[in-house]
């Protein structure tokens, strides 16, 4: 892997991470447009590219972390419960699903849910919670259960989340909010284990690259977050729902 696919890699993984539209789907299949592999080397590169996203989610909501937030990132750990004990138990079958049939079936599906919610399932802007620390802990376990669907490559896990939580009255705003932070656990999780497994792959030819790629994911993902929240002020999920649709379609048509 070269410094022209760790650009292209940054750029996507920060722009999608934190967008209902499936960072790992997106990296799926721009790896296969891309001609590379998946080896232990290229499995370190998206660790440190992850480890960048959860950064991004740190300077933005510095605020957040501090002991004062304790009853916050109780309700987030508990979100957290489900998709850490189902992905601990059941990870090799998991990663058996990954494949560009999934990934394509998955958006479009994803990209039908966003539609149906959004036409039938949000309530009123008046009724609608739009603080993420009034979450009640059994709101925030509901959001969590939702997220197991994440598992399934191309579902997307803010997309699960954002789902779960706009089906339980949060806001727009306070949905992609509360996902923002539970990816921080997730991801922690997963990155801490992927070094632990990866670690060797971190040597010095390889440094450039993957440096590379942390600092544009990191730059991509912070702003990405800022503009998302921009946007959620004007303007609904519908367009990543027809986004995910028309992509899963195509990614069939190519691929088959």
């Given at each position: 892997?070269?410094?022209?696919?760790?650009?292209?890699?940054?750029?996507?993984?920060?722009?999608?991470?934190?967008?209902?539209?499936?960072?790992?789907?997106?990296?799926?299949?721009?790896?296969?447009?891309?001609?590379?592999?998946q080896?232990?080397?290229?499995?370190?590169?998206e660790?440190?590219?992850?480890?960048?996203?959860?950064?991004?989610?740190?300077?933005?909501?510095?605020?957040?972390?501090?002991?004062?937030?304790?009853?916050?990132?109780?309700?987030?750990?508990?979100?957290?419960?489900?998709?850490g004990?189902?992905?601990?138990?059941?990870?090799?079958?998991?990663?058996?699903?990954?494949?560009?049939?999934?990934?394509?079936?998955?958006?479009i599906?994803?990209?039908?849910?966003?539609?149906?919610?959004?036409k039938?399932?949000?309530?009123?802007?008046?009724?609608?919670?739009?603080?993420?620390?009034?979450?009640?802990?059994?709101?925030?376990?509901?959001?969590?259960?939702?997220?197991?669907?994440?598992?399934?490559?191309?579902?997307?896990?803010?997309?699960?989340?954002?789902?779960?939580?706009?089906?339980?009255?949060?806001?727009?705003?306070?949905?992609?909010?509360?996902?923002?932070?539970?990816?921080?656990?997730?991801?922690?999780?997963?990155?801490?284990?992927?070094?632990?497994?990866?670690?060797?792959?971190?040597?010095?030819?390889?440094?450039?690259?993957?440096?590379i790629?942390?600092?544009?994911?990191f730059?991509?993902?912070?702003?990405?977050?800022?503009?998302?929240?921009?946007?959620?002020?004007?303007?609904?999920?519908?367009?990543?729902?027809?986004?995910?649709?028309v992509?899963?379609?195509?990614?069939?048509?190519?691929?088959?």
């Open positions: 892997m070269g410094i022209f696919d760790s650009i292209i890699l940054g750029i996507i993984e920060g722009f999608t991470e934190f967008l209902p539209i499936s960072s790992t789907g997106h990296l799926i299949v721009a790896s296969e447009f891309l001609g590379i592999n080896t232990s080397i290229t499995k370190a590169f660790v440190i590219i992850q480890f960048a996203a959860i950064l991004a989610v740190f300077f933005n909501y510095r605020d957040k972390f501090t002991l004062k937030k304790i009853d916050l990132w109780t309700k987030v750990l508990i979100a957290f419960l489900p998709i004990t189902i992905g601990y138990l059941f990870s090799h079958q998991i990663k058996e699903l990954f494949s560009i049939e999934v990934v394509a079936i998955m958006f599906i994803g990209g039908v849910v966003f539609l149906v919610v959004e039938f399932f949000i309530p009123q802007e008046t009724t609608m919670l739009d603080d993420i620390e009034q979450i009640s802990y059994k709101q925030a376990g509901w959001i969590g259960f939702a997220q197991i669907f994440a598992l399934i490559p191309g579902t997307s896990r803010a997309g699960s989340t954002i789902i779960g939580a706009l089906l339980v009255g949060l806001s727009r705003k306070a949905s992609a909010e509360f996902s923002f932070l539970l990816a921080f656990p997730v991801m922690s999780a997963v990155t801490g284990y992927d070094i632990l497994k990866h670690y060797k792959e971190f040597s010095s030819e390889s440094l450039l690259t993957l440096g790629g942390f600092v544009i994911s730059i991509v993902a912070y702003f990405t977050i800022k503009l998302f929240m921009a946007f959620l002020d004007k303007f609904t999920f519908v367009g990543f729902g027809i986004y995910r649709i992509f899963g379609t195509t990614l069939l048509l190519i691929f088959h």
